[in-house]
């Protein structure tokens, strides 16, 4: 082939291609609610998980208190992160629990006085629970206060939902109704939210007691289990 | 630096955190005292006018509240005083069931002096969900039977579950938890009408209550 027959080839530039990352807003909420559930994926908090979750009103009640500790201490410790002596960081992190903690039992106490009563000792629990230490240690003190306080929101939300859905499950399960006693929570206008699912003399007992507790979690965790396995399937 | 200088700054540093926290939760007390104190109270209230209904008393009934201790009683923890116009109508008996299935069952009967039981709530228990927490209210009104039924010492061989031979109706799948009401509301109301009825003085020698 000579070289005047020979069909000029086009110099084409290839531009970049731009790979859109998902905005970090974005990737905090999916992980802490989905992908990266304090409950569900680190299993991290399974004592008041299990042991409040029998109604949706005290699944609610403690998911909310854990939500806005989380936020409360997140923002704290982020707001500090700089000045927090490494070698302590820990026994300052509790005490900034332990305070946010304190403060949301009073708060309980003189707003939400029937949920604090049938929460009873798993509000101060609180402080013990892996989640919120967690958040405190893996992302509050080395990120930005804005990011922290939105990750404590998220991972407070994913605790919320684990919460909320073996609650419901329970008392579906357990009562044949749902949203039962929201009144107790959010006043009297809650009454009318109860719903009777199902028409029964009595539930199915073993489902609001504690060994039931363990089985619904174990069914909560397949479905999540499932949903993530038929989602990687179809990328 | 030294490990001593070191140690001394972290444990300043540590006193000062457990300070400032300890000023923000004494603000949050100072804050929420009043409320929850009122909320306390407007619960004891309610509580007290489901055993005693209004139309019994007159008086600060709150405020009778009595502590009782007497070591032929351990199971009578607080008395409460009704009276209309200056004349004794009822009391309202704080009492603990220890025979319960998961342990000790708290309850508030509200009795005349002559033994009507007026009414019986369970304030706090350990029972089973779905099984003993039927002694709820919300839950059920099986503790209701007990209201209007005379105690005397002819009817008190019938105040015992049904499984046992009286006239109080068991749950389902779960008797030691009625029994265990049912006997701790007999006891209260024989005190009332024996030990009470005779000595109404000891109530002076009772210690207030708070």
């Known amino acids: 082939m000579t070289k005047e027959n020979q069909i000029p080839i086009k110099q ?5 291609v731009k790979i859109v990352e998902p905005s970090i807003w974005k990737t905090l909420f999916t992980q802490g609610v989905w992908s990266n559930n304090g409950a569900l994926v680190q299993l991290l908090g399974l004592c008041p998980l299990l042991a409040v979750s029998n109604n949706v009103t005290n699944a609610l009640g403690l ?5 806005f500790v989380l936020i409360t201490t997140n923002t704290v410790v982020s707001s500090f992160r700089k000045v927090i002596p490494h070698d302590i960081r820990i026994p300052i992190y509790v005490m900034i629990i332990a305070t946010a903690v304190t403060a949301i039992q009073l708060l309980m106490n003189a707003f939400a006085y029937s ?7 798993f509000i101060p629990l609180i402080v013990t629970n892996c989640i919120v230490i967690g958040r405190s240690e893996a992302f509050a003190s080395r990120n930005s206060v804005l990011h922290s306080a939105f990750d404590g929101f998220a991972t407070g939300l994913g605790m919320l939902f684990s919460l909320v859905i073996l609650g419901a499950l329970r008392e579906i399960l357990g009562n044949g109704t749902l949203f039962d006693g929201l009144d107790l929570l959010f006043g009297e206008w809650a009454k009318s939210w ?6 029964l003399d009595s539930g199915l007992l ?3 007691l504690p060994p039931g507790a363990f089985i619904g979690l174990g069914f909560v965790l397949a479905i999540k289990n499932g949903i993530d396995y038929r989602k990687k399937k179809k990328l | 630096m030294k490990a001593s200088v070191i140690t001394t700054r972290y444990a300043l540093i540590l006193g000062a955190i457990a300070l400032i926290c300890t000023a923000i939760l004494v603000g949050v007390y100072l804050l ?3 409320t929850i104190n009122d909320v306390v109270e407007k619960q004891q209230r309610s509580l007290l006018l489901e055993v005693v209904p209004q139309a019994h008393f007159d ?3 709150l405020a009778t509240c009595k502590i009782i201790d007497l070591p032929e009683a351990p199971f009578l923890n ?3 005083i009704a009276k209309k116009a200056d004349n004794l109508t009822a009391y309202a008996i704080q009492a603990t069931a220890p025979d319960g299935y998961s342990g000790n069952i708290v309850l508030l009967i509200g009795i005349t002096p002559v033994g009507t039981i007026l009414g019986v709530r369970t304030l706090e228990h350990q029972e089973t969900p779905g099984l003993g927490d039927k002694i709820e209210i919300r839950i059920s009104d099986w503790v209701t039977q007990f209201t209007g039924i005379l105690f005397n010492e002819e009817t008190e061989s019938s105040w015992k579950v049904k499984k046992d031979g009286g006239q109080f109706d068991q749950f389902t799948g779960a008797t030691i938890t009625p029994r265990a009401v049912v006997n701790n509301v007999r006891q209260s109301a024989k005190w009332t009408v024996t030990e009470l009825k005779q000595h109404p003085e000891i109530i002076n020698s009772f210690v207030n209550c708070g």
């Open chain 2, 59 to 61: 008086n600060d009934f």
């Open chain 2, 32 to 34: 929420t005292r009043g």
């Open chain 1, 206 to 208: 073993f489902a609001i």
């Open chain 1, 115 to 121: 949920v604090y009563q049938s929460l009873g000792i």
């Open chain 2, 78 to 80: 607080k008395i409460y």
């Open chain 1, 63 to 67: 998911g909310i208190a854990t939500l």
């Open chain 1, 194 to 199: 109860r719903i009777d699912l199902l028409h």
């Open chain 1, 12 to 16: 084409i530039e290839i531009e970049p």
